[in-house]
């Protein structure tokens, strides 16, 4: 009597664990379903994408040509407006160039990107530089006339 007891317990217990188990399989794979599509946001890609994925969306799309410098920062604001685009290197001049492909009706956030965009590179480079500064009080305090110390302990015996 005792062992049959035993095994149903121990029989109960194997069940349910099976059971959580597949309970949290089938709630991870949901999840991931729900990620996926809260990210596309109903299979329209958003932000930063592929060309392909951009001339796809059958909307318009218009480029303008981007310096490397800085094109971290562009995305970003790109971001923060909300426009879709996409960035291609173009390796048929020497000087490697940039194209930034955008959807025509994200004309005017684009403007307004591309606005705050060069204000704050504008911006970045009308600061001095943190290196020079300190070069110069360097040069300021080495100027000073300054009194000569010495390190002297005297003992007492």
Known sequence: MQEEVENRTVN?????????LRTVESLLKKAIHHLQEQKT?????????SVKKLIGQNQGVSSIEVA????????QIARKYGVDFAI???RTESPTRYLVFFKARDADAL????????AKSLGKNKRPSV?????????????????????????DR
């Open 12 to 20: 109960l217990a194997i069940s349910t664990s099976r059971l959580t």
């Open 111 to 118: 403007t307004a990107a591309f606005k705050e965009f060069t």
């Open 88 to 90: 291609k290197k173009d």
């Open 41 to 49: 946001k109903g299979g329209v890609p958003r932000g930063k994408q």
């Open 131 to 155: 290196l020079a500064q300190l070069n110069q009080f360097k040069e300021l305090v080495a100027a000073i006339p300054g009194r000569v110390r010495q390190k002297n302990q005297e003992r």
């Open 68 to 75: 490397k410098t800085g094109l971290r920062g562009f995305e």
